[in-house]
C-alpha cells in the first residue's frame, strides 16, 4: 500500500444502481494531465484491492473525483458503491494513461468517444483550456444504454448555456445517445457515424484523417469497434510508445503498474494415512 496515500470521500452521488461518482480529497503531491488515470482502492484484511480510475476532474481542481460501476461480480465496484461521505479510500501516488492531447497530431476537430464510465477522463479534457488551444472544435459523443447512465448530462448542458466557466468559447460539442430507452437520440455511435447522422447534426464533415483527431474509451468490445471503424477511414493509433497519431484509446495500465492480487490462503496439508486428526 505504499504507493498509495490514505484519503477521504468528500462525497458520492448515484447515477443509477451501477453508476456512481466518487469525490475524494487529492493527494498534495499528485500532478496528472487530463485523461489520465490513477489507482483507485481500499483496503481488505492487510491486502490492497485496487485498479485504474480515469479521473473525472479538472487538473486544477482541489479535490479529485472518479465515475466508476460496479457489477454483483466486482467486489471493489460494490465496495466503492457502499462508500459513504467520511470513509477512508487509498488513492494512488502516480498517475498515467495514454488519453493525452499530446498524443495527437495537430487537428482541426477532436472527437471524444465514449461509453458507460469511459467518459471520465473527457469530463476533465473538456474542461482543461488546452484542448480548445489545441482544437477549433472538440465534439463529446456520450453514449448509454439508459438515459440515467449519460452521467453528467445536466452539467455539461450547463457549461454549454454558459453557466460554468470552462473557458470553451463556444468550441464544444456534445453529443449524448442511448441505445435501450427513448431519447432524443438514439443509437450506437458506430452508427451515428456510419450512417452521417453525427456529421449531419454537427453540421461538420465527415470523420477525416486529414483534420480530425480522435479519443476513444469505454468497454472492450465497443472500443475495438470504433477502432476498427476509424482505421477503416484512414486513421492511425498512436503506437503504445512512438510519436503522435491521428487517434489514441485508453490502454489501461500497464501489468507492472497494476495491484498484485491477494495471495490465496495457504492450503492444508493433507494428513498421512491412518493419522488422527
Excluded at 2 to 8: C, G, K, P, Q, Y
Excluded at 13 to 33: I, K, Q, Y
Excluded at 65 to 83: C, I, K, W
Excluded at 250 to 259: L, S, V
Amino acid at each position: 500500500m505504499h504507493n498509495h496515500t490514505l484519503e477521504r470521500v468528500t462525497n458520492i452521488r448515484h447515477w443509477n444502481d451501477r453508476l456512481f461518482s466518487v469525490t475524494t480529497t487529492r493527494p498534495p503531491g499528485l500532478r496528472f494531465e487530463s485523461g489520465h488515470y490513477v489507482s483507485l482502492g481500499l483496503a481488505a484484511q492487510d491486502q490492497l484491492q485496487a485498479r485504474p480510475h480515469s479521473v473525472a476532474s479538472a487538473t486544477r481542481d482541489p479535490y479529485l473525483e472518479f465515475l466508476s460501476h460496479a457489477t454483483p461480480a466486482d467486489t471493489l465496484g460494490s465496495r466503492l458503491q457502499a462508500l459513504r461521505v467520511g470513509d477512508p479510500i487509498l488513492v494512488g501516488r502516480q498517475a498515467g494513461g495514454t488519453l493525452r492531447i499530446s498524443d495527437l497530431r495537430p487537428g482541426k476537430r477532436l472527437y471524444l468517444l465514449a461509453t458507460g464510465s469511459g467518459v471520465a477522463p473527457f469530463l476533465s479534457i473538456i474542461r482543461d483550456p488546452k484542448a480548445y488551444e489545441a482544437f477549433d472544435t472538440v465534439v463529446l459523443v456520450h453514449c448509454a444504454r439508459e438515459v440515467s447512465g449519460l452521467a453528467y448530462r445536466h452539467y455539461i448542458t450547463q457549461a454549454l448555456a454558459g453557466r460554468q466557466d470552462w473557458r470553451a468559447n463556444g468550441a464544444l460539442r456534445y453529443v449524448p445517445t442511448v441505445t435501450r430507452e427513448p431519447f432524443e437520440r438514439q443509437g450506437r455511435i458506430t452508427a451515428l457515424i456510419h450512417s452521417g447522422e453525427l456529421a449531419r447534426e454537427l453540421g461538420l464533415p465527415p470523420l477525416n484523417p486529414e483534420h480530425d483527431r480522435v479519443m476513444v474509451c469505454g468497454s472492450k468490445p465497443v472500443r475495438e469497434a470504433l477502432c476498427a471503424m476509424l482505421e477503416g477511414f484512414g486513421f492511425r493509433c498512436r503506437p503504445e510508445a512512438g510519436p503522435p497519431g491521428d487517434y489514441v484509446y485508453e490502454r489501461g495500465a500497464p501489468a507492472a503498474a497494476r495491484p498484485a492480487p491477494a495471495p490465496p490462503p495457504p492450503r492444508r496439508q493433507a494428513m498421512p494415512a491412518g493419522a488422527a486428526p
